[in-house]
């Protein structure tokens, strides 16, 4: 459990790192998702956001408040403020995972429409960051919300891959390099490459980032 590792580092010589800080939102965020108490590492970030005078720091303090406030209210009052605060600009990744978390928070509480504004600025920004398994996350909670333009894959596109394209698209939507892919298949990187060429202008999309948000079952 990702909650558990995090202590577990924290408890040991990293714990005199300054640096540690930095893990303070992640802890907190996996305690919320648990419906367990932060207040150490709520109490730690604080310190340390306030005392660095960065905006996005701030913004991210919102966003820890936010994700341990019980009142449904006061938490979208933080949400807001943290999005506020990131619009400065700077720490795209920082405001990405802001955007996602209030998406999801705004979807549980039925605001569908204004989550899916949310989450579609989060899916966007960790496309072009290249993170997938948070695109993938951000594209999960879009089709809950209703999103149905994100699946860009849809049967007609499917059927135009051949079977070993479908093949290799899906494994590099689930993150596998060229090498890795080629490896499992019995193919050249290069190969895998051309087919990735050949199958992106069928499924409309431009980069590999882009595959997380499909529905390629």
Same mark, same amino acid.
């Given at each position: 459990?990702? @909650?558990?590792?995090?202590e577990?580092?924290?408890?040991? $010589?990293?714990?005199?790192?300054?640096?540690?800080?930095?893990?303070?939102?992640?802890?907190?965020e996996?305690?919320?998702?648990l419906? !367990?108490?932060?207040d150490?590492p709520?109490?730690?970030?604080?310190a340390?956001?306030? /005392?660095?005078?960065q905006?996005? %720091?701030?913004?991210?303090?919102?966003?820890? *408040? %936010?994700? =341990?406030? $019980?009142?449904?209210?006061?938490?979208?009052?933080?949400f807001?403020?943290? +999005?506020?605060?990131?619009?400065?600009?700077?720490? $795209?990744?920082?405001?990405? *995972?802001?955007?996602?978390?209030?998406?999801?928070? !705004?979807?549980?509480? *039925?605001?569908?429409?204004?989550?899916?504004?949310q =989450? &579609?600025?989060?899916?966007?920004?960790?496309?072009r960051?290249?993170?997938? $398994?948070?695109?993938e996350?951000?594209?999960?909670?879009l *089709?809950a919300?209703?999103d149905?333009?994100?699946?860009?894959?849809? #049967?007609?596109a !499917?059927? /135009?891959l051949?079977?070993?394209? @479908?093949q290799? +698209?899906?494994? /590099? #939507?689930?993150?596998?390099?060229?090498k890795?892919?080629?490896?499992q298949?019995? !193919?050249?990187?290069?190969?895998?490459?051309?087919?990735?060429?050949?199958?992106?202008?069928? =499924?409309?999309?431009?980069? &590999?980032?882009?595959l997380?948000?499909?529905?390629?079952?």
């Amino acid at each position: 459990m990702a @909650l558990d590792r995090l202590e577990t580092a924290l408890a040991g $010589p990293a714990r005199h790192q300054f640096q540690t800080v930095h893990f303070a939102p992640d802890q907190i965020e996996a305690a919320a998702r648990l419906s !367990l108490p932060a207040d150490r590492p709520l109490r730690r970030y604080e310190a340390w956001a306030e /005392a660095s005078g960065q905006t996005w %720091a701030q913004a991210v303090l919102h966003r820890c *408040r %936010a994700l =341990l406030e $019980p009142d449904g209210e006061r938490a979208h009052d933080h949400f807001r403020s943290a +999005v506020r605060l990131h619009a400065g600009g700077g720490h $795209p990744w920082e405001s990405a *995972r802001t955007a996602l978390v209030y998406g999801e928070r !705004l979807r549980r509480d *039925r605001h569908k429409s204004a989550a899916r504004a949310q =989450l &579609r600025a989060a899916l966007e920004t960790f496309q072009r960051l290249g993170a997938r $398994p948070w695109a993938e996350r951000a594209g999960h909670e879009l *089709r809950a919300a209703g999103d149905t333009g994100l699946v860009a894959a849809g #049967a007609d596109a !499917l059927s /135009a891959l051949s079977p070993q394209e @479908l093949q290799i +698209v899906r494994l /590099a #939507a689930a993150g596998r390099t060229n090498k890795e892919i080629g490896a499992q298949l019995f !193919l050249s990187p290069k190969t895998v490459s051309y087919h990735l060429y050949r199958a992106f202008p069928k =499924l409309n999309v431009t980069s &590999r980032a882009q595959l997380a948000g499909l529905d390629l079952a």
